[in-house]
């Protein structure tokens, strides 16, 4: 009996629960017995009390439903209202702990039923009943002239002062039921609400830290990536041009196998100060030795890139715009990684007569950095889209720090690459 609502249900309830309540109810028919026959041996209703077969019967159909009160809540409560009533008006000499079965039935309504609005409703069906039978019984009684003794001096009648008292005793009594009910939902709800956020909040840490695996798995491949890719591509070009007059122009194939050398011992530099950096990042503390320096990529370096572009045969220019100015550390060197990575592309996309120009502008609220080429040459066709890891990786670090970034090919040919970066 009872509708579940949308959003929680405390029923139906499991194994422990059901066995809890079949203990309570051997426990309260037990009891009963005892009451019973210590009430009968008393004369409680002398010679107009139910004969023990009776009794026996109504026992049962006062304690048995509790063993069932948490599965079927509101049908216990109507049961237990109706056996309460039948053990008054069968003159069962039990008047005890018949009220705590009815007490722990409409308690259980207002705990455990999720459909609030029946449980209101067969609450006060089964209280509004037992007043008005509360209320059929004082007339009765008052009907009854010499059933109370008759005090002409007192200040409250006594058969007032014994049906005010019966009526405060049952307000109280229901009135404790209803709020007791209703405190232990609240109680429960707050309880799945936290348990709720609880397992919300562990989801959460798990995003968090998974995502945090894979932030970190993207930085330690964009640093690869910037580490590596400019330099081994440089030493490629200058093998191959090595390779290529290494007959006809011995010193200038020694020159280029120079620049494979310098280029492979930066690129080891660079590679042991950024496993220092990640190492240091690991263990929450600066790394040992003297080689785990930060990466000192900044625009301090830009001139040693055209430098590069130049030893790798390619015509190349530094421009400056602007009055120089100290920029933020991660700046500069998102600046700097952008124009190594697009001079990388230069070499390996434009074409063996490309001519790269690399261009700083120092803005009020930023910098921008552009590095463009003319494009000449059987291999200057590249995609525009942007999908390479060269690419993503420029964009991400544009992204971190809040700047604007544009790649693309130009209109009068070639390949450009401008990144806007905030300083303020």
Request: a neutral charge; glycine letters at 6%; hydrophobic letters at 55%.
């Given at each position: 009996m009872g509708r579940v609502t949308a959003d929680w249900a405390r029923l139906p309830v499991g194994p422990r629960e059901q066995r809890r309540d079949a203990l309570l109810a051997v426990v309260l028919a037990a009891g009963?017995?005892?009451?019973?026959?210590?009430?009968?041996?008393?004369?409680?209703?002398?010679?107009?009390?139910?004969?023990?077969?009776?009794?026996?019967?109504?026992?049962?159909?006062?304690?048995?439903?509790?063993?069932?009160?948490?599965?079927?809540?509101?049908?216990?409560?109507?049961?237990?209202?109706?056996?309460?009533?039948?053990?008054q008006l069968l003159h069962v000499p039990e008047v005890f702990l018949v009220n705590f079965t009815l007490f722990i039935a409409l308690y259980t309504v207002g705990a455990w039923c999720s459909d609030r609005v029946r449980a209101e409703v067969v609450r006060w069906v089964v209280i509004v009943g037992m007043f008005v039978w509360l209320f059929l019984a004082i007339?009765?009684?008052?009907?009854?002239?010499?059933?109370?003794?008759?005090?002409?001096?007192?200040?409250?009648?006594?058969?007032?002062?014994?049906?005010?008292?019966?009526?405060?005793?049952?307000?109280?009594?229901?009135?404790?039921?209803?709020?007791?009910?209703?405190?232990?939902?609240?109680?429960?709800?707050?309880?799945?609400e936290l348990d709720e956020r609880t397992a919300e909040l562990a989801a959460e840490r798990e995003r968090t830290a998974a995502q945090a695996v894979t932030l970190e798995r993207v930085r330690i491949a964009r640093e690869l990536h910037d580490v590596v890719a400019h330099h081994v591509s440089l030493m490629g070009v200058q093998a191959g041009a090595a390779r290529r007059v290494i007959d006809r122009d011995p010193a200038q194939a020694t020159a280029s196998l120079g620049v494979v050398e310098d280029s492979a011992r930066t690129a080891v530099e660079e590679l042991r100060r950024m496993l220092g950096t990640l190492r240091a990042d690991d263990t929450g503390g600066p790394a040992d030795g003297p080689d785990t320096a930060p990466s000192t990529a900044g625009l301090g370096r830009l001139p040693e890139l055209v430098d590069a572009v130049r030893t790798a045969g390619h015509a190349a220019d530094l421009v400056v715009v602007g009055d120089e100015r100290p920029v933020p550390p991660t700046v500069g060197a998102v600046a700097f990684r952008i124009a190594q990575e697009a001079v990388t592309n230069v070499l390996k996309h434009a074409g063996p007569t490309a001519r790269a120009d690399v261009r700083l502008r120092y803005l009020d609220d930023g910098i921008e950095v552009e590095v463009a080429d003319d494009g000449h040459g059987e291999r200057a066709v590249r995609r525009a889209s942007g999908s390479g890891l060269g690419h993503v990786g420029m964009r991400e670090r544009v992204a971190a720090v809040g700047g604007r970034m544009e790649i693309g090919p130009r209109a009068r040919g070639g390949y450009l690459v401008r990144a806007w970066l905030p300083t303020t």
């Open positions: 009963m017995v005892v009451t019973t026959t210590l009430y009968s041996a008393s004369g409680f209703y002398e010679d107009d009390q139910a004969a023990w077969w009776v009794s026996g019967l109504m026992i049962l159909a006062n304690s048995v439903p509790i063993a069932f009160r948490r599965r079927w809540p509101m049908t216990v409560a109507v049961w237990s209202a109706l056996a309460f009533a039948g053990t007339s009765f009684g008052w009907a009854v002239p010499n059933a109370l003794p008759n005090d002409r001096d007192a200040i409250i009648a006594p058969y007032v002062a014994y049906s005010l008292l019966n009526i405060l005793i049952n307000v109280v009594y229901f009135g404790g039921a209803w709020y007791a009910g209703n405190r232990a939902w609240a109680s429960a709800v707050a309880k799945h």
